[in-house]
């Protein structure tokens, strides 16, 4: 099994920045980080292979987002920068334990999920 455990949400203002964290416990094939804000479908926002560390990102995030990993520590990342109010939602990691492959943006994937964090941006 996986146990995941996520830190780091928080309220920042319109181009702020913010690092989200995920502690994993027992082996993964590779992790997301999902979004769900009111009234919308939870959706895909990066994932990475946990061996190769091949990463991938929605559009919505490219080029804002950072999805990393320290496999030393088992802990995922998320960074976020030039937040935006759309970027309002409650984030969860992700992790499964099989592969060939991991899509970015389908949950049914997804075995194991964290409790969510809230990210708030302000206008």
């Known amino acids: 099994q996986v146990q995941l455990v996520e830190s780091g949400g928080g309220s920042v203002q319109t181009g702020g920045s913010l690092r989200l964290s995920c502690a994993a416990s027992g082996y993964t094939y590779c992790m997301a980080w999902f979004r769900q804000a009111p009234g919308k479908e939870r959706e895909g926002v990066a994932r990475i292979y946990t061996n190769s560390g091949n990463t991938g990102y929605a559009d919505s995030v490219k080029g804002r987002f950072t999805i990393s990993q320290d496999n030393a520590k088992n802990t995922l990342y998320l960074q976020m920068n030039s937040l935006k109010p759309e970027d309002t939602a409650m984030y969860y990691c992700?992790?499964?334990?099989?592969?060939?492959?991991?899509?970015?943006?389908?949950?049914?994937?997804?075995?194991?999920w964290g409790q969510g964090t809230q990210v708030t941006v302000s206008s």
């Open positions: 992700a992790a499964t334990r099989s592969g060939p492959y991991c899509p970015v943006d389908n949950t049914a994937k997804y075995n194991y």
